[in-house]
């Protein structure tokens, strides 16, 4: 045990020498610029440098570096899969944003079924839907027709799933995705059916006297549809005093919220003092029930669910100006990179997933989307104009959040390229890198590259153990970027000392002087 204890230390106390080495290279080089914009990085000098940062750390990393398309300026296992993260979003919203194009919008439809006397509502996968947008829409359809002419509303849920008969299923919620985060916001599911970001919003109140149990309630108008959905269970929780003595009890104050595995109950955990109140949100384990409850509630009509096909929809009346529109997708596609939306990500992913149509013969199995929408991003790269290698890229999801995605530095690197000098969707690349996370200034990249602001345009990822980082890096020497991707694995440390050796690669490239 003591040996155990021994070998510990000195593995922490190694690693720490590492990372203050690595914070020593990246202060001299900070400070060298700062004192001397003139002075620049040689670019002999980078790979030792490099080589110098990550040989003794303990990671896996995975780097390559290109200017002019072509000429590359340092590869380190640049062709081995890794796991990606959120790099994946690269791979997903490139070959969506070209597919779909830079007009395309998302779409919720109506329609009135004579037949049946029945208003149909299609949702399409439209992940900025709101309650607000869909109770206005389905006002308007309903000021249009006679209240006695509409016995029932059917959600069609057909879009993502044309024969759910033979398929894989709804896939709502990716086969390789941990179920541990099934409850947490960042891997809200996606749907066709998708609304309110399939998230519930409520605060956990303390209760009116000390020892009372906590009260968990739902405020939020947009969320008065779904309370018959929600049950809470807060027998593992206490009202505290502090208040007088007792004041650094507000420091114990704490709230923890989630659902038991095969149990759709809300479990609340926690303590606070009286008066208090802690916000709370969680995943919808259902988005198809959420969506129809809310639809029952704009129109107090039975609802019922249906898969309607092309020629079923085509003998109805289309509420065309009715429609429900998103915003542009660049709108869109910016707050999925610059926030980095799983959901978002897995509803572009579906809806180009969707193009696929099943066969006349309905008895052959027709793929998921997800597998639809992952062999349609296959397609589109590994063609002009970005020309990918098939083998060196492997989706398992839209995101990045499964572990099973496979990409190689080389694979992450050509699109890039391929996006900023050949555009996608009637765009140029400058447009699709406006869409990034800038260093410094806004999205995931806010914190980072402080004292460069501007300098990086990149997609950031981050699962345990792993870090990712690609994008464009701006050196005034060159009129085009830098396109680079590091990704590093199997590292047991923390993103924050993951992210100091990554940024600092980046730093030298910004800086680089080429005569040198």
């Known amino acids: 045990?003591?040996?155990?204890?021994?070998?510990?230390?000195?593995?922490?106390?190694?690693?720490?020498?590492?990372?203050?080495?690595?914070?020593?290279?990246?202060?001299?080089?900070?400070?060298?610029?700062?004192?001397?914009?003139?002075?620049?990085?040689?670019?002999?000098?980078?790979?030792?440098?490099?080589?110098?940062?990550?040989?003794?750390f303990p990671a896996t990393f995975a780097i390559r570096v290109v200017m002019n398309q072509s000429m590359e300026l340092f590869s380190y296992n640049s062709d081995p899969f890794f796991q990606p993260a959120s790099n994946n979003k690269l791979l997903t919203t490139i070959?969506?944003?070209?597919?779909?194009?830079?007009?395309?919008?998302?779409?919720?439809?109506?329609?009135?079924?004579?037949?049946?006397?029945?208003?149909?509502?299609?949702?399409?996968?439209?992940?900025?839907?709101?309650?607000?947008?869909?109770?206005?829409?389905?006002?308007?359809?309903?000021?249009?027709?006679?209240?006695?002419?509409?016995?029932?509303?059917?959600?069609?849920?057909?879009f993502f799933n044309p024969i759910p008969f033979t398929n894989e299923g709804d896939d709502n919620f990716p086969s390789s995705w941990e179920w541990g985060n099934m409850q947490y916001t960042f891997s809200a599911l996606p749907s066709s059916c998708s609304l309110e970001h399939n998230i519930i919003n409520f605060n956990v109140k303390a209760g009116?006297?000390?020892?009372?149990?906590?009260?968990?309630?739902?405020?939020?108008?947009?969320?008065?549809?779904?309370?018959?959905?929600?049950?809470?269970?807060t027998t593992y929780t206490r009202t505290m005093n502090c208040s007088g003595g007792n004041s650094n009890n507000k420091q114990q104050e704490t709230v923890n919220a989630f659902y038991r595995p095969l149990d759709r109950k809300v479990i609340v955990r926690g303590q606070l003092c009286t008066s208090s109140i802690s916000p709370q949100s969680l995943t919808i384990l259902d988005p198809?029930?959420?969506?129809?409850?809310?639809?029952?509630?704009?129109?107090?009509?039975?609802?019922?669910?249906?898969?309607?096909?092309?020629?079923?929809?085509?003998?109805?009346?289309?509420?065309?100006?009715?429609?429900?529109?998103?915003?542009?997708?660049?709108h869109i596609m910016n707050t999925t990179l610059q926030?980095?939306?799983?959901?978002?990500?897995?509803?572009?992913?579906?809806?180009?997933?969707?193009?696929?149509?099943?066969?006349?013969?309905?008895?052959?199995p027709f793929p998921s989307i997800t597998q639809r929408g992952i062999q349609m991003v296959k397609n589109i790269l590994t063609n002009t104009p970005y020309n990918l290698s098939p083998n060196t890229f492997f989706q398992d999801d839209g995101s990045g959040l499964s572990r099973h995605n496979l990409v190689s530095a080389r694979s992450l690197v050509d699109a890039l390229i391929g996006v900023y000098y050949k555009g996608a969707g009637g765009v140029g690349g400058e447009v699709y890198k406006s869409l990034l996370p800038l260093g410094g200034v806004s999205g995931t990249l806010k914190n980072r590259f402080k004292n460069f602001p501007g300098l990086v345009s990149a997609k950031t990822g981050s699962l345990?153990?792993?870090?990712?980082?690609?994008?464009?890096?701006?050196?005034?020497?060159?009129?085009?970027?830098?396109?680079?991707?590091?990704?590093?694995?199997q590292c047991p440390l923390s993103a924050s000392q993951m992210h100091q050796v990554i940024d600092s690669i980046v730093i030298l490239y910004a800086f680089m002087n080429p005569d040198c």
């Open 288 to 330: 198809v029930e959420f969506f129809m409850q809310a639809v029952q509630f704009i129109t107090n009509k039975p609802v019922t669910l249906m898969y309607l096909s092309d020629e079923q929809r085509s003998n109805m009346f289309a509420f065309t100006k009715d429609t429900i529109y998103s915003d542009n997708i660049l």
């Open 208 to 233: 009116t006297k000390v020892g009372n149990y906590l009260i968990a309630t739902i405020d939020d108008k947009t969320f008065e549809f779904a309370s018959p959905m929600i049950q809470f269970d």
């Open 95 to 158: 070959a969506a944003l070209n597919q779909l194009g830079s007009k395309f919008r998302f779409q919720t439809n109506f329609y009135y079924d004579y037949k049946q006397k029945s208003v149909v509502v299609r949702p399409m996968g439209d992940p900025t839907l709101t309650f607000e947008k869909l109770q206005f829409g389905l006002k308007n359809v309903f000021l249009q027709l006679n209240s006695e002419s509409v016995e029932q509303v059917i959600v069609d849920n057909s």
């Open 464 to 489: 345990d153990g792993v870090s990712s980082l690609s994008g464009y890096i701006r050196n005034e020497r060159f009129r085009d970027p830098i396109i680079f991707s590091i990704i590093v694995n």
């Open 339 to 364: 926030e980095s939306d799983n959901t978002y990500a897995e509803l572009f992913l579906r809806q180009i997933g969707a193009l696929i149509k099943p066969s006349d013969n309905t008895l052959i």
């Open 1 to 56: 045990m003591v040996l155990h204890h021994r070998r510990v230390f000195i593995c922490t106390i190694a690693t720490l020498l590492l990372l203050l080495s690595v914070s020593i290279i990246a202060s001299a080089s900070s400070s060298r610029l700062n004192s001397d914009p003139i002075l620049k990085v040689c670019k002999s000098e980078i790979p030792n440098q490099i080589t110098s940062m990550i040989e003794n």
